[in-house]
């Protein structure tokens, strides 16, 4: 599913962002992608999904070589892949039912389609009374659900999340890291960057480790724990 | 493009003007003043040019003969000239006639002529030339060659006014490019500037939607569409303005100048002219926003 040969990213000279990564996640794997602030989680991601490019290596998603992608590759590519951020990224001036369809408008659902998957899936999270809202009435955790409501419209099989818990309390994260577990029973591949150690305590996923632009440890391998 | 991306389309056309009338307003108003001088100089051109060539048609060579001439030796003079490529008509104007057609102008001061015989007035020749040929060079050239005929002493034609006048038309040809070009220039950058504000204020969107893996067509071609909008009803208004103006000129000039012998004269722009500003309004708004687009779409 996912393949990274020898990975670099340089965003300023003698100091890089990520540095010979090696890394290979399979189809239906849930991963965390951890380590301390800093340590490369969202550019790995970003390398991911194209949302930057790789300085050098060569970068396989969902057989794509993403490292060659023209700008309609770059687009086919992201159909397939569902993207949560940190900062949820909703449209405040839209409401939630609009911001989830909206998604799969832009990727050719007819609208009537598009605005009725929407809604079956905010019902499936919960958000069936607040589907008229606009996302700046949403609680934290509600404007998360939605988030990832979008990321799954499309019916991705891959799901890249970018710190999805960092905005909600203890209780409401575990809420949405089941909520994953769910997504991911239906053979998903998830990966999910945090560096919210308790997390991976509490789910016991495959762990990747970062730091300072380098790959320190993977549990499939090592079984090295969370420090 | 599917239905479902056309119908796309169409809303978010229909939501950008609804949520940025006022710079939708205002740009369509500025692409209208550009477009409103040009089709102004538009109008002022094919207006002279109609007159030119309604005068034209009234433009003659007057030749006058020597006296000693009789009937009998003009005729050959006169089917000579005929002869010339450039002459659509010869009329001779006998002694006689000329001196009627003198008495019958100076009308009831008439009587000062009393006793003066009738063929002080030389016989001429009024020569008409062919439309294509009623223009200066061609009215001098014929003259050069009709002075050189024996049979006749002068030759007379309407020289300076001539000249000024097709001066003018073809300044105003001019003027109209080059004016038009700069306004065209500055016009472009307004519209720009619009769809760069109509991209900044949807930045969050579009970089959703590229996020999600909308198409780039899918996300341009809105901005693309409300640009060529913006440039038709920019036309549209100005053709309403350059024809209420038309209306009130047309009933003030020919009191104010009078050149004009006939209202009628007076004509709106051609249906080629309609064409070429609804085009031209049309082709600032797409050419506009494409620009924009460029500049500011890659960023992300
Ligand atoms: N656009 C950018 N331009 C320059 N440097 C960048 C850019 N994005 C990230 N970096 C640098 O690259 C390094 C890795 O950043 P990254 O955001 O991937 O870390 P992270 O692991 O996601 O951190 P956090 O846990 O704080 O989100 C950091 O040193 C950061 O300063
Ligand atoms: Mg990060």
Redesign the interface.
Known sequence: MIHLFRVSKIYAPNYPALVDIHLEIEKGEFVFLSGPSGAGKTTLLKLLFRGEEATEGQIIVNGRNVTRLNGRGVARLRQEIGLVFQEFRLLPTMTVLDNVALAAEVVGTPVRESRKKAFNLLRELGLKDRHDAKPPALSGGEQQRVAIARALVNDPILVLADEPTGNLDAEMADETMRLFARIHDRGTTIVIATHDAGLLKRFSYRAVFLQRGRLLGDSKFAGEAAT | M????I??VFRRVLKSFRELLWTHILTSGTMAMTLFIFGGFLLIQQNLHGLLKGWGSQIQIFAYLENRLTAAEVEPLVNRLRGYPEVESVRFVSQGEAWENFKKSLGSQSGVLEGLSADILPASLEIALKAAYRNHDSLAGVAQRLRTEKDISEVEYPEEWMARFSLLVLGIQWAKWILGGFLFMATLLIVGNTVKLAILARR??I??????????G?IKTPFVIEGMIQGLLGASLSLLFLWLLFLFLSSQLPFTLGVLTDRAQLRFLEPESLALLLFLGWAMGAVGSLLSLRRFLQRW
């Open positions: 599917r239905l479902s991306r119908s796309f969050e969107e970089e959703i939607m590229q996020l999600v893996g909308a198409p780039a899918l």
